[in-house]
């Protein structure tokens, strides 16, 4: 087990998007007092990721910057789906 820090390093991102994904259930935790707890051995996407993401699964990678695009409030979501395919598919041909 581990708290948010842990979990950020682990998933390489922000404390504020592992925040994120606790509040939306993507990744589950318990809340001790202030602090969340989460099973660093089931975080999402260990399991098939590379050295490249940090881990990540193609998923896991593009639901991460589909976030941040959509957090930018610079572009529709259209295009953060759009971004996200481009990405699957480039870490597709690069994994073969």
């Not at 707890?37 to 490249?52: N, S, T, V």
Request: proline share 4%; charged share 20%; glycine share 10%.
């Amino acid at each position: 087990m581990g708290d948010t820090k842990a979990a950020a390093a682990q998933l390489n991102c922000s404390v504020k998007t592992v925040r994120r994904m606790v509040a939306d259930g993507s990744i589950p935790a318990v809340r001790v007092g202030r602090v969340y707890r989460i099973d660093l051995d089931a975080l999402p996407g260990r399991e098939r990721g590379g050295p490249q993401s940090g881990g990540l699964s193609p998923e896991a990678v593009a639901s991460l910057v589909s976030e941040m695009v959509l957090a930018a409030e610079v572009l529709t979501e259209a295009d953060a789906s759009a971004i996200a395919g481009v990405l699957r598919q480039a870490w597709t041909a690069s994994a073969r």
